[in-house]
């Protein structure tokens, strides 16, 4: 015998974590996927440049990403990969 609890609906929101995989490498920089994300982590890598010259987007604070996939499917190259994650 254990404890169990089912969690409602909006416990499994607040619960969502995303993993974000992206090819940096291919990102030209339109910033299309910054505009929708609701949790404002997205921003272009001020610093570095990537092969095709352009400051690619990056995440500043991937634990408050709720995989959403928002960006993913904004970005017209498909180079964001959401994950959930526990
Ligand atoms: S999955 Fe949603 S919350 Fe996470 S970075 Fe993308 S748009 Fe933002
Ligand atoms: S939408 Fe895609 S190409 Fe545009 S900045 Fe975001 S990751 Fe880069």
């Known amino acids: 015998m254990y404890a169990y609890s089912k969690k409602t609906e909006k416990e499994v929101k607040q619960l969502a974590k995303g993993k974000l995989v992206l ?15 609701p949790k404002k982590i997205l921003k272009l890598d001020d610093v570095n440049v990537n092969r095709k010259g352009y400051h690619p987007v990056t995440v500043i604070n991937e634990d408050e990403c709720i995989a959403c996939a928002s960006c993913a499917m904004m970005c017209p190259d498909g180079i964001i990969n959401v994950y959930k994650v526990d």
């Open 23 to 37: 090819r940096a490498d291919r990102c030209k920089g339109c910033e299309l996927c910054v505009s929708v994300c």
